[in-house]
């Protein structure tokens, strides 16, 4: 069936270093994909998109990446801060815009 | 920047009993939804509404779940008879208009511990 899923549960990076978050998705139909960042205690927040036109997009000191031959998204944060340490979400929307498919989290541990 | 507020942040019922969830969107958003996550689990959708109706929803949204919004800022969820199983965070969240659909761009609100003893 369809899903969207993680790699790495858990990922501990020092301060200062780039994080490289990984998500493998299933359903060639998606066409949009998210990044979801999650602190505790608070809903999901949106970090950044692409969509499947594209390979690469670029936001503040975040970068994702798709790979669409092996059903692959990536998101990568430059110079990883304190407040980065999160659970992080990759999801999807296959163009019906109103349901978002969410994979299963990787928690970011960043070591100060 | 606006955001989207749900109420209360924690509700703790009885198995049986009937709860309802409160979100207020964001004002000039027309798409509201609620996700749920079990704890140390995925986010899961729920339900999409749009013009006062549901327009899309999931099979966790059975006859036991309702929606509904009553006046021109609230959006609720509605559970009549909690099952221990429907323990969890409930988010809402909503969308405005973009191209004539839903903007795929969701806002999130901080969400509501259902605690079902």
């Known amino acids: 069936g369809e899903s969207v899923g993680l790699h790495l549960p858990t990922l501990s990076v020092q301060e200062g270093d780039n994080s490289i978050i990984n998500c493998a998705y299933s359903?060639?139909?998606?066409?949009?994909f998210i990044w979801y960042k999650q602190e505790s205690g608070k809903g999901p927040q949106f970090i950044i998109d692409i969509r499947s036109n594209m390979d690469k997009r670029q936001g503040q000191r975040v970068t994702v990446l798709l790979n669409k031959t092996v059903k692959h998204l990536s998101l990568q944060i430059a110079a990883t801060q304190p407040g980065d340490s999160a659970v992080y979400f990759c999801a999807e929307n296959s163009g019906g815009y109103q349901k978002v498919t969410f994979g299963t989290g990787t928690k970011l541990q960043v070591i100060p | 920047e606006p955001e989207v507020t749900q109420t209360p942040s924690h509700q703790v019922t009885q198995m049986g009993q009937e709860v309802i969830l409160r979100c207020v969107p964001i004002?000039?958003?027309?798409?509201f939804y609620w996700y749920r996550q079990i704890l140390g689990q995925k986010v899961e959708f729920l339900v999409s509404f749009y013009n006062n109706e549901i327009s899309e929803k999931s099979e966790i949204f059975d006859d036991q779940f309702s929606v509904e919004r009553p006046d021109g800022s609230n959006f609720t969820l509605k559970i009549r008879s909690t099952k221990l199983e429907d323990s969890a965070m409930y988010f809402c969240a909503s969308s405005d208009v973009k191209g004539g659909v839903a903007n795929e761009k969701l806002f999130f609100g901080s969400g509501t511990q259902l605690s079902v003893l």
């Open positions: 359903n060639s139909a998606s066409d949009y």
């Open positions: 004002s000039n958003h027309l798409y």
